[in-house]
């Protein structure tokens, strides 16, 4: 068993709301934080001037109205350290500090199939398992400090602003260098100006800047706030960038000049980068559109700064706005009218080394007594990048995405099941305000969970095609519109040798939560969800059988019902008698006929179930038995059940027994009742085969021989925990050798003695589907096992060996039930489930 449920890494706004959403959905949470305190970018980040550039009341969580109503922040954008206790008032109010442990980083997180479960390894040496692991380490956390020739020999102290002294730094009466003008450079520049003799400011690339016109939080505007906050939230949630922001709906380019100033000036004066690159529509999307705003942005640069020289360098003119982070400050450019503030352009002089006293350009030196570093971060992969994290078959995730990541909607990748990472590459993430993402992300994946723990499934893998297909609509969306066009960290430019691939989704925050909630609402369409052998068998140890399915057990024990390998065929066939009786009529079905179906070996008697006038498809059925007991009428509920989940016409077929008819007549009548329902009933439907016990054989058998004959085509093959095999050497068959179950190995052994008396047959494909040498090429399969049932072993392996062959399977393992529990409507609840459960996969592959 693993230690924990979940390995949550990281404790930053993420990582602190996924350890409270999976704890109160009843799961074991652990969170490592390398920290020695929880707020992620919040703790690392304090350097002078952090502040965020999201207004509070938007960057804040929303999933406790409680927590809304009580908080009260000071200012329309908080300060770092406000920022901080908020998220420590958060652990606090919600008890969440006993399971983060804080100073301890997560070195490695390797994969274990046969187990199904991560190994988490961390920097104390412990290593710890689970069975999910929630990746909450931040997009912009692993920091980035170019490697400048000297910089080892600086006499003086050098700091990055992520990894800032948490005690503070005294700048007074220095000489300081400051490299990098992104968000944070130009939020620290000033703030060192105050203070330093002299600041330099080397700047690379000028950055756009709007003012945020902080100020304290109006209380009245709090209140009326508070009233309508669940509104306000819901807004966000479905807007585009997780703030509402209110544009005018109309492109810039069709804007009288005037009335387009008048706009600009407005929000300028307003404050916030979000109402000004969402005030028209046009303006990310059209590059002449987006000059109006840069154009705009430059003449308030030029406006501000009184040397026009200083001016000009500070106007970015090399990519559209809002294609870099647009950056918000209130001092900013007025700091470069201070005497103590140069501004050195190290675009045109580059750096050339640093040195013990400062750092010298192609054409200068300036001396410094300590430099400062706001030069950005390995973002979107930079903190998985520096976890050594190992997938199935021990592929690291470095390797798997050298040439850029790959994530099925920023949350999964493939090869790498039960890890899940929030606000990945390929999630709005960072294009919008990450905490309204980062609920939602984290809202998810705690339903992806417990939708997987709830189903017994111990597995759940992003498919490499549901995640290529989204790649590609993240490329596609963010080329229709400017973003690509900067060199920024977006496309990861900021790091040499990092492949230029545009990560975040750029489609919106609304849209992207309605796709999200479109696959889960399909039961994870794009995921497979599987259970492994290993955890089958675990489960085995503590899962008892279902009280329904015992009472049947029970039941047969009473009445003396001796095992099928102590009758003749007769007498068994005459025991279906009494169980028809205990299962009852099935579901009304609209229409019910009987029909014969011209064989090669003559008629073959079937039963056409129609639920509805015009189905979506066609279903051929094959009951169990052996092969040797079972007729339509034994499987009349259970099938009429089928057709009503599924919607689609069901023929039942009466094939031969055995043992009057041996191997191949079972699966000869079968095929050819399939071929025939294809041509004259089918018609430009889909079809598929189903069956259970040895018709789920006698189905993938059919599945097999169409392939192999030429036809027909199929949508599915649905495999109730089907016979795969004639080996009765299995865990299975040894666990229920001698057992009452409805089934055991010596019932086995009679049904293939009869089946196919000669053992040479036993091995060909089309009566042990398993030997097949190739099963590619095979329909999807829909497979159903049991976990009381000597067939469990060889429904497992059919599904792997069909995966291995690149065929989509969806595995629905029933941990407490016994074979045949499918026939057993109206007596087991299972059994309802289980035909809806196969009627929903059947419908949903008639339909797609
Ligand atoms: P950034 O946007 O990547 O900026 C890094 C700066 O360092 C750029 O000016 C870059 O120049 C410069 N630089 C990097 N390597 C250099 C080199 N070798 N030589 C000279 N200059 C170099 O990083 P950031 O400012 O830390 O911001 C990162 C993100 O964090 C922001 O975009 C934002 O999303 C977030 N953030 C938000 C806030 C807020 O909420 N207010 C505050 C800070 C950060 P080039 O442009 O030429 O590459």
């Known amino acids: 068993m693993a230690d924990l449920d979940v390995v949550v890494v990281g404790a930053g706004f993420a990582g602190i709301y996924a350890v409270h959403a999976l704890r109160s959905a009843g799961l074991t949470v652990r969170a490592f934080e390398a920290g020695s305190g929880i707020g992620g970018t919040w703790f690392w980040n304090c350097y002078p001037g952090a502040r965020c550039d999201v207004e509070s009341k938007d960057y804040s969580y929303s999933f406790s109205p409680e927590l809304e109503q009580e908080w009260s922040w000071s200012e329309r954008y908080p300060a770092q ?100 003008t992104g968000s944070t450079g130009i939020q620290v520049a000033p703030e060192i100006a105050e203070v330093a003799q002299h600041l330099y400011v080397f700047q690379r690339t000028a950055n756009f800047a709007v003012p945020n016109r902080n100020a304290p939080v109006d209380p009245n505007v709090e209140r009326a706030l508070k009233a309508g906050y669940r509104q306000y939230r819901e807004q966000a949630r479905a807007s585009m960038l997780g703030v509402p922001v209110e544009g005018t709906g109309r492109p810039a380019l069709a804007e009288p000049a005037a009335e387009l100033q008048r706009t600009y000036m407005e929000r300028w004066q307003a404050g916030g980068g979000m109402p ?112 050594d994290i190992r997938g199935a078959d021990g592929l690291p995730l470095t390797e798997k995405w050298a040439a850029g990541p790959r994530a099925y909607l920023g949350v999964a990748t493939a090869g790498f099941p039960n890890m899940f990472i929030v606000t990945g590459p390929g999630s709005p993430s960072v294009l919008s305000n990450m905490v309204v993402s980062i609920e939602q992300h984290v809202e998810w994946i705690r339903d992806c969970v417990e939708y997987a723990v709830s189903h017994g499934y111990s597995q759940v893998e992003a498919t490499s095609e ?99 390998w102590e009758q003749t065929p007769e007498e068994a066939r005459a025991g279906f008698a009494p169980v028809r009786e205990m299962i009852g009529p099935g579901p009304d079905v609209a229409s019910v006929r009987d029909i014969v179906i011209p064989g090669t070996a003559g008629g073959i008697p079937a039963r056409v179930y129609s639920p509805v006038a015009n189905p979506p498809g066609t279903v051929v059925y094959y009951h169990g038995g052996g092969w040797v007991l079972g007729s339509v009428d034994d499987w009349d509920a259970c099938v009429r059940a089928l057709a009503v989940a599924s919607g689609c016409d069901v023929v039942s077929v009466d094939y031969r027994l055995a043992p009057e008819h041996v191997f191949p007549a079972a699966t000869d009548d079968a095929y050819d009742a399939l071929v025939w329902v294809a041509a004259e009933m089918a018609g430009d439907r889909p079809l598929a085969v189903a069956g259970d016990s040895a018709g789920g054989n006698l189905a993938a058998v059919s599945a097999l021989r169409a392939r192999d004959s030429g036809g027909p085509a199929l949508a599915l093959q649905v495999l109730i925990y089907p016979v795969t095999d004639h080996d009765l050497d299995r865990e299975s068959y040894r666990k229920y050798d001698g057992r009452e179950f409805i089934l055991n190995k010596g019932d086995m052994a009679w049904f293939w003695d009869h089946y196919a008396p000669d053992p040479a047959a036993r091995s060909n494909p089309y009566a042990s589907p398993l030997r097949a040498t190739d099963l590619s090429g095979l329909p999807p399969a829909f497979v159903l096992t049991a976990e009381h049932d000597p067939l469990r072993d060889e429904g497992y392996a059919y599904a792997d060996r069909l995966r291995a062959a690149k065929v989509p399977v969806e595995h629905r393992h029933y941990g407490s039930q016994i074979h045949g529990f499918f026939t057993l409507v109206n007596v087991i609840d299972d059994a309802d489930k289980a035909a809806a459960e196969s009627g929903a996969a059947i419908r949903a592959a008639m339909e797609g």
């Open 81 to 180: 350290p406000e920022v901080l206790r908020y998220l420590n008032h958060v652990a606090d109010r919600f008890g969440l500090w006993p399971d983060i442990q804080l100073n301890t980083r997560v070195t490695a997180a390797i994969w274990d199939g046969e187990a199904s479960q991560w190994t988490v390894r961390t920097d104390d040496g412990a290593e710890r398992t689970a069975r999910f692991c929630v990746m909450a380490a931040g997009c912009l956390s692993a920091y980035q400090v170019p490697a400048f020739r000297g910089l080892e020999s600086f006499r003086g102290p050098w700091y990055h602003t992520s990894r800032w002294p948490r005690e503070g730094v005294d700048f007074t009466g220095l000489q300081v260098g400051l490299v990098g």
């Open 276 to 387: 000004f690159l969402g005030a028209y529509t046009d303006v990310l999307v059209d590059r002449a559109a987006n000059d109006t705003v840069a154009e705009f942005i430059r003449d308030r640069i030029r406006e501000t700064v009184r040397d026009p020289a200083v001016a000009e360098l500070l106007c970015p003119t090399t990519y559209p706005v809002g294609a870099k982070r647009l950056c918000q400050s209130d001092d900013y450019f007025a700091m470069y009218n201070r005497p103590n503030v140069t501004l050195v352009d190290v675009r045109s002089d580059p750096i050339a080394e640093v040195t013990p006293e400062g750092l010298r350009t192609a054409d200068g030196f300036y001396a410094l007594d300590a430099l400062v570093f706001a030069t950005g971060f390995d973002a979107m992969t930079g903190a998985l990048a520096r976890i």
């Open 466 to 564: 549901a995640e290529k297909a989204w790649g590609e609509h993240v490329i596609e969306v963010a080329y229709s519109t400017l973003f690509p066009m900067a060199d920024s960290w977006y496309v990861g430019a900021n790091i040499p040798g990092k492949p230029r691939v545009f990560s975040p989704y750029i489609g919106g925050v609304g849209t992207y939560r309605a796709r999200c909630d479109e696959v889960a609402s399909a039961g994870y369409e794009g995921f497979v969800l599987t259970v492994s052998l290993a955890d089958c068998r675990r489960l085995a140890v503590s899962v008892s059988v279902n009280p329904q399915a015992q009472q049947v057990l029970d039941g047969r024990a009473e009445a003396g019902v001796p095992p099928t």
